[in-house]
């Protein structure tokens, strides 16, 4: 099972707890997560990545196992740590606004 | 028993404020979808207890929620707005072009016949409409087709805000953008043509009588009198006689002619409200006095409806979506401001008391008169 952690907005949304459990056949990869996600939680389809483009929303970051892997590719593999489910991948709404 | 509900969308989520027909007391529910910005919500004709809502973040986008109960369950349903085709580009502030980018829903307007069909408003202005009760949304694209390439956003963004169903021809649809202008369909939205004829806008646009490019704030029509059209302009209060071919300046004797929403009373067509805001520069009510302005004789003479309003001060706005009116027979005039009050009066506007006076920022206020 793969831990994935929501900011609190879409915890309300998704009318679950801060934290997830998505199960994904292959390796796990940022889009593969997202996939498995927005499969169990429709509601959230268009809230983390752009409906049209796919792209990562600007405010929208993700973490895991102590980095920032927002700005990596979506086929990027992620650790083995996070696979096992002794990490979280963590989406995170960014701190902005003033 | 009649009775009023009036929902309120707010900078940081939904207020369902709920009285009797006399009006004097309000339950206030909310708030919903709290910390969202909500654009917009509003009733359908046909069933007053199906209620769609604008939810909407700068982190995560765009949600659209459905209640079927008057608003005690809501559900999400679709969000997927999706341009037609090619988006395309539109006018950029640089004078560039831009390519169009969803962005928000800032209007909901169901149809007066069908609960499962409402269009949406959406910036990067354009028109959507779901037949299936907001699951799935699908563009009509002949409205973009209609110059807008010369459309530009407004400092508020490039947002179509106002849709109007004519209920005398099922076919007719009337819309407004900022800045692009009011724009007519026939044909239940497939075709459009502008109709901004007689609007004036120097020193807002290169060509001040431009067919498109007009920061059109807000539109407003009465049922019984459809070819009649008031419009809150950016600046000028304007007013057509034939359904938007042609247009007027009613502005009169307002201290300032610049504001954001414009409504029609409810059983008298030529009596008609607005709220005058300094300027362009300053978005407070002149000399920090909050007055709504009504003409009873469809513009040009206007009266300052002050008895209830603060009038020292007084330094909200109140937003081109933030007034509404009710239908009961003394009809009720309503709207929200920036600092978080709702004002109600149920005698056509002549006093006015406070429904709600500590919310969020208000954007948005509609009323359903329930029966």
């Known amino acids: 099972m793969i831990r994935v952690q929501l900011p609190y907005h879409l915890q309300n949304l998704a009318r679950t707890g801060r934290e997830v459990e998505i199960s994904i056949e292959a390796e796990p990869r940022i889009g593969s997560i997202l996939d498995a996600l927005e499969n169990r939680y429709p509601v959230l389809r268009g809230t983390i990545r752009d409906q049209i483009t796919g792209e990562r929303r600007p405010f929208i970051r993700f973490f895991a196992c102590g980095r920032d892997w927002s700005l990596d590719a979506y086929d990027v593999l992620l650790p083995e740590s996070v696979a096992d489910g002794s990490e979280p991948f963590r989406i995170v709404g960014a701190m902005a606004g003033g | 028993m ?51 809502a604008s939810q909407s973040s700068g982190w995560f986008g765009q949600i659209v929620q459905r209640s079927n109960d008057g608003g ?15 988006p395309g580009t539109h006018l950029w502030y640089d004078g560039t072009q831009h390519p169009w ?205 002050t008895k209830g309003l603060p009038q020292s001060d007084c330094y909200v706005n109140v937003l081109r979506s933030a007034m509404a009116v009710d239908t009961l027979d003394s009809c009720g005039i309503y709207f929200g401001t920036t600092g978080g009050q709702v004002y109600a009066s149920s005698d056509s506007g002549d006093s006015w008391v406070a429904i709600a006076r500590d919310l969020p920022a208000v954007l948005s206020v509609e009323v359903q008169t329930l029966k």
Not at chain 2, 11 to 28: P, Q, V
Not at chain 2, 105 to 111: A, I, K
Not at chain 2, 133 to 150: D, I, Q, S, V
Not at chain 2, 292 to 303: I, K, M
Request: charged share 20%.
């Open chain 2, 2 to 52: 009649s009775g009023v509900r009036v929902l309120v969308g707010t900078r940081k989520g939904a207020f369902i404020l709920t009285s009797d027909g006399k009006r004097k007391n309000w339950k206030i529910s909310g708030p919903h979808f709290a910390g969202w910005e909500i654009y917009h919500m509003n009733g359908s004709p046909a069933d007053p207890n199906r209620l769609y």
């Open chain 2, 72 to 86: 005690e369950i809501w559900e999400p349903v679709g969000n997927n707005f999706a341009y037609e085709g090619v």
């Open chain 2, 101 to 305: 980018e969803f962005k928000r829903v800032w209007r909901f307007e169901p149809s007066l016949t069908d609960p499962d069909t409402v269009y949406a408003g959406v910036e990067d202005a354009a028109l959507f409409r779901s037949t299936d009760g907001g699951h799935t949304w699908a563009e009509l694209p002949g409205l973009r087709e209609t110059k807008g390439h010369l459309w530009q956003p407004g400092a508020g963004g490039m947002c179509l805000h106002t849709i109007i169903l004519d209920p005398s021809s099922h076919n007719r649809i009337f819309v407004a953008i900022s800045a692009a202008g009011a724009f007519r369909s026939e044909d239940n939205g497939e075709t459009w043509q502008p109709i901004n004829k007689g609007l004036r806008s120097s020193g807002e646009l290169p060509d001040p009588e431009a067919e498109v490019g007009h920061c059109v704030h807000n539109l407003a029509m009465h049922p019984s009198l459809t070819n009649v059209l008031f419009m809150q302009k950016h600046w000028d209060v304007m007013r057509s006689n034939d359904s938007g071919d042609s247009w007027h300046e009613v502005s009169g004797n307002l201290p300032s002619d610049f504001g954001f929403p414009i409504s029609v009373h409810a059983h008298e067509p030529n009596t008609i409200y607005v709220v005058p805001i300094k300027s362009d520069s300053e978005h407070f009510p002149p000399d920090g006095k909050l007055r709504v302005y009504r003409s009873r004789s469809g513009g040009d003479e206007w009266e300052a409806l």
